[in-house]
């Protein structure tokens, strides 16, 4: 399927902690970076949707950038806010209405863990006065299932994690630029089994925005633009086991993962073997385990195996999370799935300087799950 939506400039502020700047400044910092990769300004911006959890509204950025009247939505969706913001601006210019606009997102989150209130999700105080909300717990219980039914070895889990912070020690936007081994992953204190304290994201700040355009007017801004091929967003089924589920059907379903991705390469008229480079959720290594089966980019228990052999690796042949992912980077809720976004961009753009894939990729997949059961997908192509 032809692409509607091209993405012709990019921009980031590091992930991390910057002490000093507040979350909106780090999204005006990215929002200009991608308007000097076009070659535009904030006054040729039709339209802008954009997502942020804690650190401020993202429409009232328009009293840096600029008060210009373009409509600006502001978009939440869990950790897939990211993703639906994107997702929204294809929606825009496949419906004729807008040709040219922006996506951000952002957040600043404070140290510890996210506190959430399970009435928001509809659950009573209970879950949370059983220690259940918070999503360690949850994580831990289920790969100990997945391990489990799948007979995976619970090892994997820090080779993936050392994976992480070797791709991040490669990136200079990622938090974690500290190589750690395996043997001191899997040493370190367990904080919900089999998961250990350096398996985990932690909340963070930072931004990422996008210029994006109707496809065939891409060349018109960049050389090299990065075309939405597909995308797609799906929320969870009766019997799916998502984060913040206070029960287990007994007939289960798949993840909304498995749909999403579907949805996306049949849009873009793919299948997950022609995927160069991928981005998947990966907010704790089973997360990152489990999704690789749930995108359809290898089977159920076939993970093992490809860590192993470094597959997944940069150099590999099924390269995933290529930025040090969630684990390297931190989790910034509103910027999280556009990181992706734009480390496939970069990917695809050959611009990736010391963590670029080799070869030449041309396919890119990107995969962001939110709670309670909130999956996007996309997929990118040049």
């Not at 921009?11 to 979350?23: C, D, K, L, N």
């Not at 993936?160 to 974690?176: C, T, V």
């Not at 496939?344 to 990736?352: C, D, M, N, P, S």
């Amino acid at each position: 399927m032809t692409a509607a939506l091209a993405i012709v400039g990019i921009g980031i502020h590091p992930f991390g902690r910057t002490e000093g700047v507040s979350g909106r400044a780090q999204a005006v910092h990215a929002v200009r970076a991608a308007l000097a990769d076009a070659g535009l300004r904030f006054g040729d911006m039709q339209f802008g949707f954009g997502g942020s959890w804690s650190a401020g509204d993202p429409d009232t950025l328009v009293s840096e950038l600029g008060l210009t009247s373009l409509p600006f939505v502001n978009v939440a969706n869990g950790c897939a806010t990211g993703g639906s913001a994107l997702l929204s601006a294809d929606a825009a210019i496949r419906s004729g209405t807008h040709d040219l606009g922006l996506v951000v997102g952002f957040d600043k989150h404070p140290r510890g863990a996210f506190n959430t209130d399970p009435a928001s999700h509809g659950i009573g105080a209970w879950y949370g006065e059983t220690g259940l909300m918070l999503t360690t717990q949850f994580f831990g219980l289920k790969i100990q299932r997945y391990l489990h039914t799948h007979g995976i070895g619970t090892e994997v889990l820090a080779t993936i994690a050392e994976k992480a912070f070797r791709n991040g020690a490669l990136n200079p936007n990622a938090w974690r630029r500290k190589e750690i081994s395996a043997a001191e992953i899997a040493a370190a204190p367990m904080i919900s089994h089999p998961l250990t304290q350096y398996m985990y994201c932690s909340p963070g700040e930072g931004a990422v925005a996008f210029v994006v355009c109707r496809a065939d007017r891409a060349r018109d801004y960049c050389e090299n633009p990065v075309h939405l091929s597909g995308a797609a967003l799906r929320s969870r089924r009766y019997g799916s086991f998502e984060v913040f589920s206070p029960w287990l059907a007994v007939d289960a379903a798949d993840s909304p993962t498995v749909e999403a991705s579907a949805a996306a390469f049949a849009q873009a008229g793919l299948t997950p073997a022609d995927v160069d480079v991928a981005q998947v959720q990966d907010t704790e290594s089973g997360a990152e385990l489990m999704h690789m089966a749930e995108t359809g980019l290898c089977e159920h228990g076939a993970q093992e195996e490809l860590i192993s052999s470094g597959a997944t690796a940069i150099t590999g042949n099924l390269p995933i999370n290529t930025d040090g992912g969630c684990i390297a980077n931190g989790e910034p809720i509103g910027a999280s799935g556009l990181r992706q976004v734009y480390e496939t961009a970069l990917q695809l753009r050959g611009e990736a300087g010391d963590h670029q894939v080799p070869g030449d990729p041309r396919v890119g997949f990107t995969h962001v799950y939110g709670a309670p059961g909130i999956s996007a997908c996309t997929v990118l192509t040049r």
